[in-house]
């Protein structure tokens, strides 16, 4: 894939990041309008996983990943999980995080402020480790690592999500503007088999614009 081993696919992405504004409309690039229905789909996916007869884990501990300004954390893992970490490349996003979460930031555990491709989860420690928007800016080869060590930080019968847009063809479509990439699903697929992980669910966005990529969401063991 064109781009993937330069120096500079980091460094433009952060370049990118420390530009936008922290605010939902910031984090989902002008789409703010999509938060809620966004957060409700993954909401009953979530509940799946975590609740009922056929719960994988329980609401203990969650890692927020890419998190940005905890939009996520707020609607999705906060309201439900005992604890919630979050890890950011933007320090500045994880600073307006401690305020925009308000009451909820007393569940949050841990706010670590490094990139998924240099973070390694304290081993055994989450029930769920959510990614969403975030794995086109990490390369093919530390997406698969960085999966690798995700792994390892779930508790026994913990998941992994991975909510991400899918590009239609066979390709990669690379953003130059902030530096990452949108993956086929049968890419997405293959890396995470690469990871040594099993799909359990998959579920398609539904309600977004048709002018906007396809979003898959992902549970992985
Ligand atoms: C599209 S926003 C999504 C934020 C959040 N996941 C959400 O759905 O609201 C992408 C976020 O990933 C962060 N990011 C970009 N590259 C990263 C990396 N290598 N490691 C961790 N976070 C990264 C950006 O700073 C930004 O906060």
Redesign the pocket.
């Known amino acids: 894939m064109a781009g993937q081993e330069t120096d500079d696919f980091?460094k433009d992405?952060?370049n990118y990041?420390s530009n936008?504004p922290d605010t939902?409309d910031g984090?989902?690039?002008g789409f703010a309008r999509l938060?809620s229905s966004?957060v409700g789909q993954s909401m009953t996916f979530l509940k799946k996983i975590i609740q009922g007869p056929g719960a994988l884990t329980e609401p203990e501990v969650a890692l927020?990943?890419?998190?940005?300004?905890g939009?996520?954390s707020k609607r999705l893992l906060l309201p439900v999980f005992n604890t919630v970490d979050l890890?950011?490349?933007?320090p500045k996003?994880l600073k307006t995080a401690e305020t925009y979460l308000g009451e909820l930031s007393s569940k949050v555990g841990n706010y670590f402020p490094?990139?998924?491709?240099s973070?390694t989860p304290e081993s055994g420690r989450y029930n769920v480790i959510w990614n969403?928007?975030?794995l086109g800016?990490?390369t093919d080869k530390d997406l698969v690592e960085y999966f690798k060590r995700c792994k390892k930080g779930l508790k026994e019968n913990g998941v992994i999500v991975a909510k991400e847009n899918v590009s239609g063809g066979e390709d990669y479509d690379f953003d130059e503007v902030d530096s990452?990439y949108t993956r086929p699903k049968e890419a997405l697929l293959k890396l995470f088999e690469e990871a040594g992980l099993k799909v359990i669910r998959e579920e398609k966005q539904k309600h977004f614009p048709k002018d906007v990529y396809a979003v898959f969401m992902f549970a992985l063991q």
């Open positions: 980091y992405a952060v990041w936008i939902i984090m989902l690039g938060s966004d927020d990943c890419g998190a940005g300004i939009r996520v890890v950011e490349v933007n996003f490094v990139g998924l491709q973070f969403q928007w975030v800016h990490l990452s």
